[in-house]
């Protein structure tokens, strides 16, 4: 399985526990000049952006710690330029990452901040 591959499974799998915690998505692979946010669904009355790392070998970084200031940099960026597109005021928002590590799903909420 290939990157693309396992990205895509992993994108999937955290729709389908996403969707069991009661979110709504609203987008998958949002995006704007080469950067991507992962899922962007709702929450309650909360925006959630949510970026996804799936890993398969045990010699690779956790999924959470791939999601450097880079990538953050990246998401929120994202984010902003959804937000103004959308009209989106007065909400709140939150960035989560979910990460699989060899088949397990852990679900960070508030993995990082504005």
Same mark, same amino acid.
């Given at each position: 399985?290939?990157?693309?591959?396992?990205?895509?499974?992993?994108? +999937?799998?955290?729709?389908?526990?996403?969707?069991?915690?009661?979110?709504?998505?609203?987008?998958?692979?949002?995006?704007?000049?080469?950067?991507?946010?992962?899922?962007?669904?709702?929450?309650? +009355?909360?925006?959630?952006?949510?970026?996804?790392?799936?890993?398969?070998?045990?010699?690779?970084?956790?999924?959470?710690?791939?999601?450097?200031?880079?990538?953050?940099?990246?998401?929120?960026?994202?984010?902003?330029?959804?937000?103004?597109?959308?009209?989106?005021?007065?909400?709140?928002?939150?960035? +989560?990452?979910?990460?699989?590590?060899?088949?397990?799903?852990?679900?960070?909420?508030?993995?990082?901040?504005?």
């Amino acid at each position: 399985m290939n990157k693309t591959q396992s990205g895509n499974l992993g994108e +999937d799998l955290a729709v389908k526990f996403l969707k069991t915690q009661k979110y709504k998505i609203l987008e998958r692979n949002y995006k704007v000049l080469h950067k991507e946010v992962d899922v962007i669904a709702m929450d309650g +009355d909360t925006l959630v952006f949510v970026e996804v790392k799936t890993r398969f070998a045990t010699f690779e970084e956790s999924g959470a710690s791939a999601v450097d200031q880079r990538k953050q940099q990246n998401v929120i960026f994202v984010a902003k330029c959804y937000m103004t597109k959308n009209h989106v005021k007065n909400t709140q928002v939150r960035f +989560d990452v979910v990460e699989i590590n060899q088949g397990q799903l852990n679900h960070i909420k508030n993995a990082f901040e504005l």
